[in-house]
Protein backbone atom coordinates (compact mmCIF):
# COMPACT_ATOMS: atom_id res chain seq x y z
CA UNK A 1 0.00 0.00 0.00
CA UNK A 2 1.10 3.80 -0.83
CA UNK A 3 1.39 6.39 1.85
CA UNK A 4 2.78 8.58 -0.34
CA UNK A 5 -0.55 9.62 -2.22
CA UNK A 6 -3.13 9.73 0.80
CA UNK A 7 -3.72 13.39 2.18
CA UNK A 8 -2.09 14.95 5.38
CA UNK A 9 -2.34 18.23 7.09
CA UNK A 10 0.11 20.93 7.91
CA UNK A 11 -0.97 23.21 10.31
CA UNK A 12 -4.07 24.70 8.06
CA UNK A 13 -2.83 23.52 5.06
CA UNK A 14 -4.70 20.46 3.57
CA UNK A 15 -2.67 18.60 0.78
CA UNK A 16 -3.63 15.65 -1.36
CA UNK A 17 0.12 13.82 -1.02
CA UNK A 18 2.95 13.43 0.52
CA UNK A 19 5.33 14.21 -2.09
CA UNK A 20 6.37 18.06 -1.58
CA UNK A 21 8.68 19.79 -3.79
CA UNK A 22 11.46 21.05 -1.46
CA UNK A 23 13.02 24.43 -1.89
CA UNK A 24 15.17 25.01 -4.52
CA UNK A 25 17.92 27.85 -5.58
CA UNK A 26 17.78 28.60 -9.11
CA UNK A 27 18.89 32.23 -9.65
CA UNK A 28 16.73 33.30 -12.35
CA UNK A 29 15.42 36.37 -10.88
CA UNK A 30 15.26 39.75 -12.74
CA UNK A 31 16.55 43.17 -12.21
CA UNK A 32 15.87 44.21 -8.94
CA UNK A 33 15.66 40.38 -7.57
CA UNK A 34 12.49 40.40 -8.66
CA UNK A 35 10.17 37.12 -10.06
CA UNK A 36 9.33 36.82 -13.39
CA UNK A 37 7.37 34.99 -16.13
CA UNK A 38 10.10 32.27 -16.68
CA UNK A 39 9.74 31.16 -12.75
CA UNK A 40 6.28 31.35 -12.84
CA UNK A 41 6.53 28.49 -15.42
CA UNK A 42 8.77 26.52 -13.74
CA UNK A 43 6.79 26.79 -10.11
CA UNK A 44 3.47 25.78 -12.73
CA UNK A 45 4.80 23.33 -14.12
CA UNK A 46 6.09 21.30 -10.91
CA UNK A 47 2.58 22.31 -9.28
CA UNK A 48 0.27 19.54 -8.48
CA UNK A 49 -3.32 18.82 -7.16
CA UNK A 50 -3.18 18.72 -3.68
CA UNK A 51 0.56 19.23 -4.00
CA UNK A 52 2.95 21.51 -1.58
CA UNK A 53 5.98 23.30 -3.02
CA UNK A 54 8.61 24.95 -0.71
CA UNK A 55 9.85 27.91 -2.79
CA UNK A 56 13.49 28.44 -3.47
CA UNK A 57 15.40 30.89 -0.37
CA UNK A 58 13.96 34.18 -0.67
CA UNK A 59 16.43 36.44 0.87
CA UNK A 60 14.79 38.99 3.83
CA UNK A 61 17.11 41.98 3.30
CA UNK A 62 19.66 42.56 1.19
CA UNK A 63 22.62 41.92 3.62
CA UNK A 64 20.42 38.15 3.57
CA UNK A 65 21.85 37.66 0.11
CA UNK A 66 24.87 35.38 -0.63
CA UNK A 67 23.82 34.13 -4.29
CA UNK A 68 22.89 37.02 -6.70
CA UNK A 69 20.11 35.94 -8.61
CA UNK A 70 18.30 34.74 -5.96
CA UNK A 71 15.03 36.14 -6.08
CA UNK A 72 13.83 38.92 -2.66
CA UNK A 73 11.18 39.39 -0.36
CA UNK A 74 12.65 42.66 0.57
CA UNK A 75 10.76 45.17 -1.07
CA UNK A 76 7.13 45.98 -1.82
CA UNK A 77 8.29 45.93 -5.50
CA UNK A 78 8.80 42.03 -5.68
CA UNK A 79 5.26 41.27 -4.28
CA UNK A 80 3.62 41.55 -7.91
CA UNK A 81 5.58 38.80 -9.65
CA UNK A 82 5.52 36.21 -6.35
CA UNK A 83 1.78 37.29 -6.49
CA UNK A 84 1.29 35.53 -10.14
CA UNK A 85 3.45 32.41 -9.34
CA UNK A 86 1.36 31.85 -6.29
CA UNK A 87 -1.75 32.56 -8.87
CA UNK A 88 -0.31 29.82 -11.45
CA UNK A 89 -0.29 27.55 -8.34
CA UNK A 90 -3.12 27.51 -6.93
CA UNK A 91 -4.77 27.27 -10.34
CA UNK A 92 -3.59 23.87 -10.84
CA UNK A 93 -4.56 23.51 -7.08
CA UNK A 94 -1.51 22.96 -5.22
CA UNK A 95 0.21 24.96 -2.25
CA UNK A 96 2.57 26.94 -2.48
CA UNK A 97 4.96 28.38 1.16
CA UNK A 98 8.09 30.86 0.68
CA UNK A 99 11.25 30.17 2.66
CA UNK A 100 12.76 33.49 4.17
CA UNK A 101 16.31 33.39 4.35
CA UNK A 102 19.63 35.28 5.89
CA UNK A 103 22.71 33.57 4.73
CA UNK A 104 24.52 35.20 7.28
CA UNK A 105 28.17 34.63 6.52
CA UNK A 106 28.00 32.95 3.70
CA UNK A 107 28.14 35.66 1.38
CA UNK A 108 30.59 38.19 0.36
CA UNK A 109 31.43 41.66 -0.39
CA UNK A 110 30.57 41.64 -3.69
CA UNK A 111 27.30 40.67 -2.66
CA UNK A 112 26.73 42.71 0.22
CA UNK A 113 25.06 45.82 -0.09
CA UNK A 114 28.09 48.88 -0.22
CA UNK A 115 30.76 46.00 -0.17
CA UNK A 116 30.56 45.71 3.52
CA UNK A 117 31.59 42.18 5.20
CA UNK A 118 28.49 39.65 5.92
CA UNK A 119 27.26 39.45 9.43
CA UNK A 120 27.15 36.40 11.35
CA UNK A 121 26.88 35.63 15.51
CA UNK A 122 30.99 35.76 15.59
CA UNK A 123 33.50 36.81 13.49
CA UNK A 124 34.09 33.13 12.58
CA UNK A 125 35.05 32.51 8.54
CA UNK A 126 33.53 29.27 6.52
CA UNK A 127 34.51 27.21 3.67
CA UNK A 128 32.22 27.33 0.59
CA UNK A 129 31.61 30.10 -2.37
CA UNK A 130 28.34 32.09 -3.07
CA UNK A 131 27.55 33.71 -6.19
CA UNK A 132 28.56 36.90 -7.03
CA UNK A 133 27.01 38.74 -10.62
CA UNK A 134 30.52 37.75 -11.85
CA UNK A 135 30.54 34.03 -10.79
CA UNK A 136 31.82 32.04 -7.67
CA UNK A 137 33.29 34.51 -4.53
CA UNK A 138 34.70 32.55 -1.42
CA UNK A 139 32.52 32.93 1.24
CA UNK A 140 34.45 36.04 2.96
CA UNK A 141 35.04 36.91 7.14
CA UNK A 142 32.48 38.13 8.28
CA UNK A 143 31.97 40.54 11.14
CA UNK A 144 30.37 39.84 14.21
CA UNK A 145 26.80 41.47 14.86
CA UNK A 146 26.33 44.08 17.82
CA UNK A 147 23.51 43.12 20.37
CA UNK A 148 21.63 45.98 18.84
CA UNK A 149 21.57 45.05 15.16
CA UNK A 150 19.63 41.61 16.07
CA UNK A 151 16.01 42.84 15.99
CA UNK A 152 16.05 44.22 12.83
CA UNK A 153 16.98 41.24 11.49
CA UNK A 154 14.48 39.51 12.89
CA UNK A 155 12.24 42.50 12.20
CA UNK A 156 12.96 41.94 8.71
CA UNK A 157 12.16 38.47 8.88
CA UNK A 158 8.76 39.54 10.08
CA UNK A 159 8.20 41.79 7.17
CA UNK A 160 9.28 39.41 4.75
CA UNK A 161 6.21 37.11 6.20
CA UNK A 162 3.89 40.12 5.74
CA UNK A 163 4.72 40.77 1.99
CA UNK A 164 4.68 36.86 1.32
CA UNK A 165 1.21 36.82 2.71
CA UNK A 166 0.27 40.17 0.27
CA UNK A 167 1.80 37.77 -2.75
CA UNK A 168 -0.55 35.18 -1.88
CA UNK A 169 1.28 32.51 -0.27
CA UNK A 170 -0.17 29.41 1.17
CA UNK A 171 2.63 30.10 4.59
CA UNK A 172 6.35 30.69 5.07
CA UNK A 173 9.27 28.57 6.30
CA UNK A 174 12.28 30.23 7.99
CA UNK A 175 15.34 28.68 6.64
CA UNK A 176 16.50 27.24 9.59
CA UNK A 177 19.29 25.05 7.62
CA UNK A 178 22.66 24.34 5.78
CA UNK A 179 24.74 26.92 7.77
CA UNK A 180 22.80 30.10 7.37
CA UNK A 181 21.97 32.60 9.94
CA UNK A 182 19.50 30.96 12.64
CA UNK A 183 21.61 27.85 12.24
CA UNK A 184 24.70 30.47 12.85
CA UNK A 185 23.39 31.27 15.91
CA UNK A 186 21.91 27.64 17.22
CA UNK A 187 25.54 25.57 16.40
CA UNK A 188 27.94 26.48 19.04
CA UNK A 189 30.60 25.88 16.20
CA UNK A 190 29.28 29.21 14.67
CA UNK A 191 28.55 31.13 18.27
CA UNK A 192 30.79 32.28 20.68
CA UNK A 193 28.79 35.54 21.58
CA UNK A 194 28.87 36.06 25.08
CA UNK A 195 25.60 38.15 25.52
CA UNK A 196 22.27 36.56 25.67
CA UNK A 197 22.35 35.33 21.74
CA UNK A 198 25.30 33.20 22.85
CA UNK A 199 26.38 30.64 25.48
CA UNK A 200 23.76 28.00 26.93
CA UNK A 201 21.22 26.92 24.19
CA UNK A 202 18.17 28.57 25.03
CA UNK A 203 20.47 31.57 24.34
CA UNK A 204 21.50 30.14 20.91
CA UNK A 205 17.91 29.27 20.23
CA UNK A 206 16.70 32.84 20.68
CA UNK A 207 17.16 34.18 17.56
CA UNK A 208 15.48 30.89 15.88
CA UNK A 209 12.91 31.54 17.90
CA UNK A 210 12.74 35.05 17.55
CA UNK A 211 12.21 34.99 14.18
CA UNK A 212 9.76 31.74 13.84
CA UNK A 213 7.54 34.06 16.28
CA UNK A 214 8.23 37.13 13.72
CA UNK A 215 6.74 34.99 11.07
CA UNK A 216 4.43 33.43 13.49
CA UNK A 217 2.83 37.31 14.34
CA UNK A 218 2.98 38.02 10.50
CA UNK A 219 1.50 34.76 9.20
CA UNK A 220 -0.52 32.58 12.11
CA UNK A 221 1.41 29.60 13.76
CA UNK A 222 -0.47 27.43 11.47
CA UNK A 223 0.91 28.66 8.35
CA UNK A 224 4.85 29.00 9.33
CA UNK A 225 7.40 26.01 9.26
CA UNK A 226 10.85 25.92 10.33
CA UNK A 227 13.54 23.88 8.12
CA UNK A 228 16.71 22.14 10.27
CA UNK A 229 19.47 20.19 9.39
CA UNK A 230 20.67 18.12 12.22
CA UNK A 231 24.35 17.68 12.05
CA UNK A 232 24.63 19.27 8.52
CA UNK A 233 27.80 19.86 8.03
CA UNK A 234 27.44 22.30 5.20
CA UNK A 235 28.62 25.91 5.68
CA UNK A 236 31.52 24.21 8.05
CA UNK A 237 28.86 23.47 10.26
CA UNK A 238 29.62 22.22 13.64
CA UNK A 239 28.22 21.37 17.24
CA UNK A 240 29.68 19.56 20.30
CA UNK A 241 26.64 18.47 21.34
CA UNK A 242 23.83 18.04 18.47
CA UNK A 243 21.53 15.40 19.99
CA UNK A 244 20.50 18.26 22.58
CA UNK A 245 21.03 21.00 20.53
CA UNK A 246 18.66 20.06 17.95
CA UNK A 247 16.07 17.98 19.90
CA UNK A 248 15.59 21.48 22.27
CA UNK A 249 15.04 23.63 19.35
CA UNK A 250 12.21 20.89 18.11
CA UNK A 251 10.47 20.90 21.38
CA UNK A 252 10.81 24.89 21.46
CA UNK A 253 9.09 24.79 17.90
CA UNK A 254 6.77 22.27 19.09
CA UNK A 255 5.46 24.57 22.46
CA UNK A 256 5.02 27.31 19.16
CA UNK A 257 2.61 24.91 17.79
CA UNK A 258 4.13 25.94 14.10
CA UNK A 259 2.48 23.97 10.87
CA UNK A 260 5.48 21.53 10.37
CA UNK A 261 8.87 21.07 11.06
CA UNK A 262 11.13 20.01 7.87
CA UNK A 263 14.67 18.24 8.65
CA UNK A 264 17.16 17.37 6.20
CA UNK A 265 19.31 14.63 6.88
CA UNK A 266 23.03 14.74 7.57
CA UNK A 267 23.38 12.10 4.73
CA UNK A 268 22.99 15.09 2.08
CA UNK A 269 25.67 17.68 2.26
CA UNK A 270 24.14 20.77 1.08
CA UNK A 271 23.53 19.10 -2.44
CA UNK A 272 25.16 16.39 -2.64
CA UNK A 273 24.74 12.72 -1.40
CA UNK A 274 27.79 11.32 0.90
CA UNK A 275 26.67 8.76 2.59
CA UNK A 276 23.84 6.01 1.84
CA UNK A 277 22.73 6.13 5.94
CA UNK A 278 19.11 5.49 7.05
CA UNK A 279 17.71 8.46 7.80
CA UNK A 280 18.36 9.40 11.76
CA UNK A 281 17.61 13.20 12.16
CA UNK A 282 13.81 12.68 11.22
CA UNK A 283 13.64 9.91 13.70
CA UNK A 284 15.50 11.88 16.77
CA UNK A 285 13.08 14.88 16.35
CA UNK A 286 10.00 12.75 15.61
CA UNK A 287 10.06 11.62 19.23
CA UNK A 288 10.14 15.31 20.43
CA UNK A 289 8.50 17.31 17.71
CA UNK A 290 4.35 16.25 17.82
CA UNK A 291 3.38 18.44 14.67
CA UNK A 292 3.87 17.55 11.08
CA UNK A 293 7.00 16.56 9.99
CA UNK A 294 8.29 16.80 6.70
CA UNK A 295 11.88 14.63 5.86
CA UNK A 296 14.65 15.51 3.25
CA UNK A 297 17.43 14.21 1.69
CA UNK A 298 18.35 11.53 -0.40
CA UNK A 299 14.97 10.20 -0.59
CA UNK A 300 13.73 8.01 -3.62
CA UNK A 301 10.15 6.16 -3.96
CA UNK A 302 10.76 3.30 -1.71
CA UNK A 303 12.95 5.37 1.18
CA UNK A 304 10.38 7.48 0.82
CA UNK A 305 7.13 5.07 1.41
CA UNK A 306 9.59 3.05 4.12
CA UNK A 307 10.08 6.31 6.21
CA UNK A 308 5.95 7.04 6.00
CA UNK A 309 5.30 3.53 6.85
CA UNK A 310 7.47 3.61 10.04
CA UNK A 311 5.78 6.90 11.16
CA UNK A 312 8.50 8.61 11.33
CA UNK A 313 7.53 11.88 8.65
CA UNK A 314 4.41 12.66 7.26
CA UNK A 315 5.52 13.87 4.10
CA UNK A 316 8.52 13.42 1.98
CA UNK A 317 10.70 16.90 0.10
CA UNK A 318 12.01 15.83 -3.27
CA UNK A 319 14.76 18.10 -4.52
CA UNK A 320 16.88 17.33 -7.71
CA UNK A 321 14.06 14.87 -8.64
CA UNK A 322 11.70 17.70 -8.63
CA UNK A 323 14.28 19.80 -11.11
CA UNK A 324 14.42 17.52 -13.60
CA UNK A 325 10.68 16.50 -13.18
CA UNK A 326 7.83 18.68 -13.15
CA UNK A 327 5.27 16.10 -13.14
CA UNK A 328 7.43 13.96 -10.23
CA UNK A 329 4.29 13.13 -8.04
CA UNK A 330 2.84 11.59 -11.20
CA UNK A 331 5.98 9.75 -12.24
CA UNK A 332 6.20 8.14 -8.80
CA UNK A 333 2.38 7.80 -8.18
CA UNK A 334 2.58 5.51 -11.45
CA UNK A 335 5.78 4.08 -10.81
CA UNK A 336 7.33 6.03 -14.09
CA UNK A 337 11.23 6.14 -14.81
CA UNK A 338 12.45 9.51 -14.07
CA UNK A 339 14.43 12.06 -15.80
CA UNK A 340 18.51 12.53 -15.07
CA UNK A 341 19.20 16.19 -13.74
CA UNK A 342 21.60 18.11 -15.00
CA UNK A 343 24.10 19.48 -12.20
CA UNK A 344 25.92 22.40 -14.50
CA UNK A 345 21.94 24.42 -15.01
CA UNK A 346 21.27 24.29 -11.44
CA UNK A 347 22.23 27.37 -10.64
CA UNK A 348 21.50 30.79 -12.95
CA UNK A 349 20.76 30.23 -16.58
CA UNK A 350 17.92 30.67 -18.65
CA UNK A 351 15.05 28.05 -19.42
CA UNK A 352 17.59 25.42 -20.06
CA UNK A 353 17.81 22.69 -17.42
CA UNK A 354 14.69 25.03 -15.91
CA UNK A 355 11.69 24.65 -17.55
CA UNK A 356 12.72 22.44 -20.81
CA UNK A 357 12.37 18.98 -18.82
CA UNK A 358 9.83 17.04 -20.33
CA UNK A 359 6.71 15.87 -18.53
CA UNK A 360 6.02 11.67 -19.16
CA UNK A 361 4.04 11.07 -22.48
CA UNK A 362 1.31 9.53 -21.06
CA UNK A 363 -0.58 8.92 -24.44
CA UNK A 364 1.19 5.62 -25.08
C1 LIG B 1 19.14 22.92 -2.76
N1 LIG B 1 18.75 22.83 -1.41
C2 LIG B 1 18.20 23.93 -0.79
N2 LIG B 1 17.77 23.85 0.50
C3 LIG B 1 17.13 24.88 1.09
O1 LIG B 1 16.70 24.76 2.24
N3 LIG B 1 16.95 26.05 0.39
C4 LIG B 1 17.40 26.23 -0.88
O2 LIG B 1 17.18 27.31 -1.48
C5 LIG B 1 18.09 25.15 -1.48
N4 LIG B 1 18.60 25.27 -2.74
C6 LIG B 1 19.07 24.17 -3.41
C7 LIG B 1 19.43 24.28 -4.76
C8 LIG B 1 19.81 23.15 -5.47
C9 LIG B 1 20.15 23.29 -6.93
C10 LIG B 1 19.84 21.88 -4.83
C11 LIG B 1 20.20 20.63 -5.59
C12 LIG B 1 19.53 21.78 -3.49
C13 LIG B 1 18.71 21.51 -0.74
C14 LIG B 1 17.43 20.77 -1.12
O3 LIG B 1 16.28 21.41 -0.60
C15 LIG B 1 17.44 19.32 -0.58
O4 LIG B 1 17.53 19.32 0.83
C16 LIG B 1 18.62 18.53 -1.17
O5 LIG B 1 18.66 18.66 -2.56
C17 LIG B 1 18.51 17.06 -0.81
O6 LIG B 1 17.32 16.51 -1.34
P1 LIG B 1 17.39 15.55 -2.65
O7 LIG B 1 17.91 16.36 -3.78
O8 LIG B 1 18.29 14.42 -2.30
O9 LIG B 1 15.96 15.12 -2.84
Excluded at 62 to 90: F, K, L, N, S
Excluded at 112 to 133: F, I, M
Excluded at 252 to 268: C, F, M, S, T
Excluded at 339 to 363: C, E, K, L, V, W
Aim: no cysteine; charged share 20%.
Amino acid sequence: MSHLFTPFRAGSLSLGHRVVMAPLTRMRSSAGDRPNALMREYYSQRASKGGLIISEATPISRQGYGYAGAPGIYDDGQIEGWRAITDAVHERGGSIVMQLWHVGRQSHPDIQPNGEAPVAPSALQAEGYGYSTKGAVPFSMPRALERNEISAIVAAFGAGAARAKVAGFDGVEIHAANGYLPDQFLQDGTNHRADDYGGSIDNRARFLLEVTQAAIDAFGADRVGVRLSPSGTYGSMSDSDPQTTFGYAAARLDALGIAYLHVVEPRIRGTELIAETEPVAARHLRGIFRGTLIAAGGFDRNSAEAILSVGDADAVAFGRNFIANPDLPDRLRLRLPLNAYDRSTFYGGDARGYTDYPIHSRAA
